[in-house]
């Protein structure tokens, strides 16, 4: 079993930033990889960013290519997701998610074992 709790939302303007938080428990931080989705109001719940086991092998939504960024501690069991010059239109639920089973990563909502409670994240105009 893994718990994951996210934290670091907030209300932002656009162009700011923010840094979110998934804290780790249960399984062996370093076996399963790390994931953020997100879910804006109305809208599937959709891929934002993933990070491999080991955090050699990273891939994001195109929407946020050169704005956000995941990266992973496995000694302090928690991921990171960096989202810089965020506009409206990033404004969500945004969930920590992992997996047991793809060790490279993956972008499907149904690959993934265990979820986080989700963080909301508002940017204002």
């Known amino acids: 079993q893994v718990q994951l709790v996210e934290s670091g939302g907030g209300l932002v303007q656009a162009g700011g930033s923010l840094r979110l938080s998934c804290a780790a428990s249960?399984?062996?931080?370093?076996?399963?990889?790390v994931a953020w989705f997100r879910q804006a109001p109305g809208k599937e719940r959709e891929f934002v960013a993933s990070?491999?086991?080991?955090?050699?092998?990273?891939n994001s939504a195109d929407s946020v290519k050169g704005r956000f960024t995941i990266s992973r501690d496995n000694g302090k069991n928690t991921a990171y997701l960096q989202m810089n010059s965020l506009t409206p239109e990033d404004t969500a639920l945004y969930y920590c998610?992992?997996?047991?089973?793809?060790?490279?990563?993956?972008?499907?909502?149904?690959?993934?074992?265990?979820w986080g409670q989700g963080t909301q994240v508002i940017v204002s105009s």
């Open positions: 998610a992992a997996s047991t089973h793809y060790p490279t990563g993956t972008s499907n909502t149904y690959d993934y074992d265990y």
């Open positions: 249960g399984r062996t931080f370093s076996t399963y990889t």
């Open positions: 990070i491999s086991w080991s955090g050699g092998r990273m």
